[in-house]
């Protein structure tokens, strides 16, 4: 695997790291990681958009957000679970995948 594509997966970790700290937070120091963690996420996404797809890139980063932050709120803060909910959630990870598998490699450093 590329290591590009590894900083996008890393990306959005840091992107459910946000997400539920805009939900969470509550002192300072809470806001203070939530919004570090948001600068880091666009960071990098920024910078792999500069040697990756970036319409497939965006749409990685995106899905594995979204699909963490779910994942995050079942185990973390007893969001309810139903079995509709994973299948969409496999859907969602299943066409990341793909997407990630049918886009050309580009070479590092190419626009």
Known sequence: ?????????LSS?????????L???SSG????LTI?????SFWVII???KFLTTSTVYAVFVGLGTAGTILAEIFFFGEQVNGVKLLFILLLVGGIIGLKVV????????N
């Open 47 to 49: 910078y792999t958009s």
């Open 36 to 40: 570090l963690a948001m600068a880091v």
């Open 1 to 9: 695997m590329n290591s590009k594509w590894i900083l996008v997966v």
């Open 13 to 21: 970790l840091f992107e459910v790291g946000w997400v539920i700290g």
């Open 29 to 32: 120091l809470e806001w203070t």
């Open 103 to 110: 886009t050309p490699v580009q070479e590092e450093g190419a």
């Open 23 to 25: 939900k969470h937070a």
